[in-house]
C-alpha cells in the first residue's frame, strides 16, 4: 500500500514539473521568449542600407559598396581542418584561435565577426568551401564610399561595435558598424536604418530544415534615411585647396538661418582611408600624428587667441555700456601705455601717431591704443573691476563665445572669456582693468574657436542676433524645423550699435588692413587679425610666428556669407589670412574667380608654410629667436 502511495506520489510530483515547465514556456515566456539563445535556431541579419549623404545642393558625398564578413556562431561550430580552414581565410593557427575565443567569450549561441571585410575575389573561392565548416557563414556588409575627397572632419567615419558597446546596447553585435565621428555619429539614429532578421529551425544534424515558427519572428530591413547636409561642397573643396601646405581652420556659415557652408580644418585626409581593410592600418597613422594632426578639428577644437577681430566686440560693448560713442577718440603714440614700468606698454602699428583717432579709424587701422582706453573704461565703470569684467563677460557670452554653441556636430571646445572670479584668484583681488589689458586686443586670457567667431561674425552681420550653427538640413528630403536651430537668439548689444561697426569693417577692405584683398562688386566687411603666439620650454615662455586671423561678411547688405579663417604662423592678417577670404567670398557669391584675381589665388594655392612648421617641429627655441 505505501509503495503504491509513493508511486502516484512520483507521478504526480513529475507531471506537475511537466505541467509547470510547459506553462512557464508556453504562456509566461509566451512571445516574449528569446528563440536566438536555442541552440537549435539559426539567426541570419540582413543589413540594410546605410543613409547616403549629400551636400546642400544634392551633390552625393558618401554612397554605399557591398562587403562579406566571414561570421561565426561557436556553439554550432564542429570539430575542423584548421589548417586548411586558415589557408582560405589567409590567417594563421594563433590567429583564428585568439577570433574564436574572441567569440566564443562575447556569446556563444550568437554570431560575431571572425574576419571582416573580404576581398570579392577571396570570397568568391570561399563562398565555394564554406559548406564543410559548420558555424561558419558568410554575411554581406554595407561600408561606406566617398566619391569626393573633402569634408572628411564634417562626414565623420563609420567603425566596429566592440563587445562592451553591444552588451550596453541590445541593438548591435559585435562587429557590426557604427558611425563613430562626425555626422556619421551625430545622425546614427537616421542613417543607419533597421536590421532584418530571419530565424531559422535547424534539426539535430545541424541542417537547415526551415523557417523557425514559420517566420513568426522574422523581420525585413528598412534602410537608412538620407541626408541633405548644409554644406556647399564646391566652396569646401575650394577652401581646402587654399588651405593646402598650411595648418588652421575655416568656418562659413549663413547669416540668415545659422546654415554651415564650409568647416575646414587643416591638414585633413581622405575619407576613403578609413575603409576596407586598410582602415585599421591608416587610422593607426592617422590618429597617431601628433604633429600634424590630420584628424583634430581645428575648426571646432582649436582654441586660438582671436586677435583684433576681437576689438569690435569691445567696441560693441563699449558702445551699450556708453562709455564711449562714434565721436569719442583717444590718441596714439605707437601704443598704449598702462603701468609704470618701461615694459608696461603695448605696441601699435596703426600708423596715426599723436592724433585723435575715432572708432572708424580705430578699427580700420586696428589700433591697439584705442582699444585699450575702452576695454579699461568697460572694466572700471563704477570703479569695481570684479563687476564691470562680469559684465563684461556677460555682453560676450551673449554671443556664443566661451561655450559650445550647440552645433549638431559631436566635436567641439568652448574656448575661455574670463570673468571676475578667474582674475580674483589668480591676482588676490588685487588687480584692475590694466592687469588684464590684453584682453582689450583679444590676446590675454581669451580664447575662442574659428566656428566660435564665425557665428560671432555672423551676429554682427545680422545687427544683434544668430542661429545656432548646424550641419543639417534635410532628412529624406524634408526640412527639418528644429527649434533649437530656427529660433534667433539675441545678443545684449542694441541694434543701433551694429551699424557704425559695420561701417567700420566695410573700411578695412576699403582703406584699411584689408585694402589689397578687395573684390570688385562685392561689399565686404572685414576685421584682419595677427594674433601673437607662445608655448612654454623648460619653463620659458617663447614667442613663435603669430597666427594669420580674418573674420568678415558680405555683401554688406543682405550679407548671405560670414566666415572666419586661422592660419596658424601665418604672420599677418593682411597677408594669407585676407586674401583667403576675398577668394572664397568671390568664389560663394559668383561662381568663379575673376582674371582680375587669379594671380592672388595662385599665389595662395601655391603657398605652403611646411618649412616653417618643420622647424618648429624641430627647433622652436631657434626659430623663436631667428637663427638657424
Known amino acids: 500500500m505505501k509503495r503504491s502511495f509513493l508511486l502516484y506520489f512520483l507521478i504526480t510530483i513529475i507531471g506537475i514539473i511537466f505541467i509547470g515547465r510547459l506553462f512557464q514556456l508556453q504562456i509566461i515566456r509566451g512571445s516574449n521568449y528569446d528563440p536566438i539563445k536555442n541552440s537549435a535556431v539559426k539567426t541570419e541579419y540582413d543589413y540594410p542600407e546605410r543613409g547616403y549623404v549629400y551636400d546642400r545642393n544634392g551633390k552625393l558625398l558618401v554612397a554605399n559598396q557591398l562587403s562579406y564578413d566571414v561570421m561565426v556562431q561557436p556553439n554550432q561550430v564542429q570539430p575542423l581542418d584548421t589548417l586548411e580552414f586558415c589557408n582560405l581565410l589567409k590567417i594563421d593557427k594563433n590567429d583564428f584561435l585568439k577570433r574564436f575565443k574572441k567569440a566564443k567569450n562575447y556569446a556563444s549561441y550568437l554570431p560575431s565577426v571572425f574576419l571582416k571585410q573580404l576581398a570579392k575575389e577571396d570570397f568568391a573561392f570561399l563562398q565555394e568551401k564554406l559548406h564543410k565548416y559548420t558555424g561558419f557563414f558568410i554575411q554581406k556588409r554595407i561600408i561606406r564610399e566617398y566619391?569626393?575627397?573633402?569634408?572628411?572632419?564634417?562626414?565623420?567615419?563609420?567603425?566596429?561595435?566592440?563587445?562592451?558597446?553591444?552588451?550596453?546596447?541590445?541593438?548591435?553585435?559585435?562587429?557590426?558598424?557604427?558611425?563613430?565621428?562626425?555626422?556619421?555619429?551625430?545622425?546614427?539614429?537616421?542613417?543607419?536604418?533597421?536590421?532584418?532578421?530571419?530565424?531559422?529551425?535547424?534539426?539535430?544534424?545541424?541542417?537547415?530544415?526551415?523557417?523557425?515558427?514559420?517566420?513568426?519572428?522574422?523581420?525585413?530591413?528598412?534602410?537608412?534615411?538620407?541626408?541633405?547636409?548644409?554644406?556647399?561642397?564646391?566652396?569646401?573643396?575650394?577652401?581646402?585647396?587654399?588651405?593646402?601646405?598650411?595648418?588652421?581652420?575655416?568656418?562659413?556659415?549663413?547669416?540668415?538661418?545659422?546654415?554651415?557652408?564650409?568647416l575646414v580644418t587643416a591638414p585633413s585626409y581622405?575619407?576613403?582611408?578609413?575603409?576596407?581593410?586598410?582602415?585599421?592600418?591608416?587610422?593607426?597613422?592617422?590618429?597617431?600624428?601628433t604633429i600634424s594632426k590630420p584628424s583634430y578639428d581645428r575648426g571646432l577644437l582649436a582654441a586660438y587667441a582671436p586677435g583684433s577681430p576681437f576689438k569690435m566686440m569691445n567696441a560693441l560693448i563699449?558702445?551699450?555700456?556708453?562709455?564711449?560713442?562714434?565721436?569719442?577718440?583717444?590718441?596714439?603714440?605707437?601704443?598704449?601705455?598702462?603701468?609704470?614700468?618701461?615694459?608696461?606698454?603695448?605696441?601699435?602699428?596703426?600708423?596715426?601717431?599723436?592724433?585723435?583717432?575715432?572708432?572708424?579709424?580705430?578699427?580700420?587701422?586696428?589700433?591697439?591704443?584705442?582699444?585699450?582706453?575702452?576695454?579699461?573704461?568697460?572694466?572700471?565703470?563704477?570703479?569695481?573691476?570684479?563687476?564691470?569684467?562680469?559684465?563684461?563677460?556677460?555682453?560676450?557670452s551673449s554671443f556664443g563665445l566661451g561655450n559650445y554653441l550647440g552645433y549638431d556636430l559631436p566635436a567641439g571646445s568652448p574656448g575661455l572669456i574670463p570673468n571676475g572670479k578667474y582674475y580674483d584668484k589668480r591676482y588676490r583681488y588685487s588687480w584692475n582693468g590694466s592687469t588684464t589689458i590684453s584682453n582689450a586686443i583679444?590676446?590675454?586670457?581669451?580664447?575662442?574657436?574659428?566656428?566660435?567667431?564665425?557665428?560671432?561674425?555672423?551676429?554682427?552681420?545680422?545687427?544683434?542676433?544668430?542661429?545656432?550653427?548646424?550641419?543639417?538640413?534635410?532628412?529624406?528630403?524634408?526640412?527639418?524645423?528644429?527649434?533649437?536651430?530656427?529660433?534667433?537668439?539675441?545678443?545684449?548689444?542694441?541694434?543701433?550699435?551694429?551699424?557704425?561697426?559695420?561701417?567700420?569693417?566695410?573700411?578695412?577692405?576699403?582703406?584699411?588692413?584689408?585694402?589689397?584683398?578687395?573684390?570688385?562688386?562685392?561689399?565686404?566687411?572685414?576685421?584682419?587679425?595677427?594674433?601673437?603666439?607662445?608655448?612654454?620650454?623648460?619653463g620659458h615662455k617663447v614667442q613663435l610666428p603669430d597666427h594669420s586671423i580674418l573674420v568678415a561678411f558680405a555683401p554688406k547688405e543682405n550679407p548671405k556669407i560670414a566666415l572666419a579663417i586661422f592660419v596658424e604662423n601665418g604672420g599677418y592678417g593682411s597677408t594669407i589670412a585676407a586674401p583667403i577670404t576675398s577668394l572664397l567670398i568671390e568664389k560663394y557669391l559668383n561662381g568663379k574667380i575673376s582674371n582680375a584675381n587669379k594671380y592672388r589665388e595662385q599665389n595662395m594655392l601655391n603657398l605652403s608654410l611646411q618649412d616653417i612648421y618643420a622647424k618648429l617641429n624641430q627647433k622652436p627655441k631657434e626659430i623663436a629667436s631667428g637663427t638657424k
Not at 562626414?155 to 565621428?181: F, M, R, S
Not at 596714439?332 to 618701461?342: A, L, Q
Not at 560671432?456 to 542676433?465: D, M, P, S, W
Open 147 to 262: 566619391p569626393i575627397n573633402a569634408a572628411a572632419n564634417v562626414l565623420g567615419y563609420i567603425g566596429e561595435v566592440n563587445e562592451t558597446l553591444a552588451k550596453k546596447n541590445k541593438y548591435y553585435q559585435p562587429g557590426e558598424l557604427i558611425g563613430k565621428d562626425g555626422i556619421e555619429r551625430e545622425y546614427e539614429n537616421y542613417l543607419r536604418g533597421k536590421k532584418g532578421k530571419k530565424l531559422l529551425q535547424r534539426n539535430n544534424l545541424n541542417k537547415v530544415t526551415g523557417s523557425y515558427l514559420n517566420g513568426k519572428y522574422d523581420t525585413l530591413p528598412e534602410n537608412g534615411k538620407d541626408l541633405t547636409l548644409t554644406l556647399d561642397i564646391d566652396l569646401q573643396v575650394y577652401a581646402q585647396k587654399l588651405m593646402s601646405g598650411k595648418r588652421g581652420g575655416i568656418v562659413a556659415i549663413e547669416p540668415s538661418s545659422g546654415e554651415i557652408l564650409t
Open 270 to 289: 581622405d575619407p576613403n582611408m578609413l575603409v576596407g581593410r586598410k582602415r585599421s592600418k591608416n587610422s593607426t597613422i592617422l590618429f597617431n600624428d
Open 318 to 396: 563699449g558702445l551699450q555700456e556708453n562709455v564711449i560713442n562714434e565721436q569719442s577718440s583717444f590718441k596714439c603714440y605707437h601704443g598704449y601705455k598702462y603701468g609704470k614700468k618701461s615694459t608696461d606698454f603695448m605696441g601699435c602699428h596703426c600708423g596715426i601717431v599723436g592724433r585723435p583717432i575715432k572708432l572708424k579709424t580705430a578699427i580700420a587701422k586696428s589700433c591697439n591704443s584705442y582699444f585699450s582706453n575702452t576695454y579699461k573704461r568697460i572694466v572700471e565703470k563704477n570703479n569695481k573691476p570684479s563687476e564691470g569684467l562680469d559684465n563684461w563677460h556677460r555682453h560676450v
Open 442 to 538: 583679444g590676446q590675454g586670457e581669451v580664447l575662442t574657436t574659428p566656428i566660435q567667431l564665425a557665428n560671432f561674425t555672423a551676429a554682427i552681420a545680422n545687427k544683434g542676433f544668430f542661429y545656432t550653427p548646424h550641419i543639417l538640413k534635410k532628412v529624406n528630403k524634408k526640412t527639418i524645423e528644429n527649434p533649437k536651430y530656427t529660433e534667433a537668439k539675441q545678443t545684449t548689444i542694441d541694434k543701433k550699435h551694429f551699424t557704425p561697426v559695420i561701417e567700420a569693417m566695410h573700411e578695412v577692405f576699403k582703406t584699411g588692413t584689408g585694402k589689397w584683398s578687395q573684390v570688385k562688386g562685392i561689399e565686404i566687411c572685414g576685421k584682419t587679425g595677427t594674433a601673437e603666439n607662445f608655448i612654454r620650454i623648460d
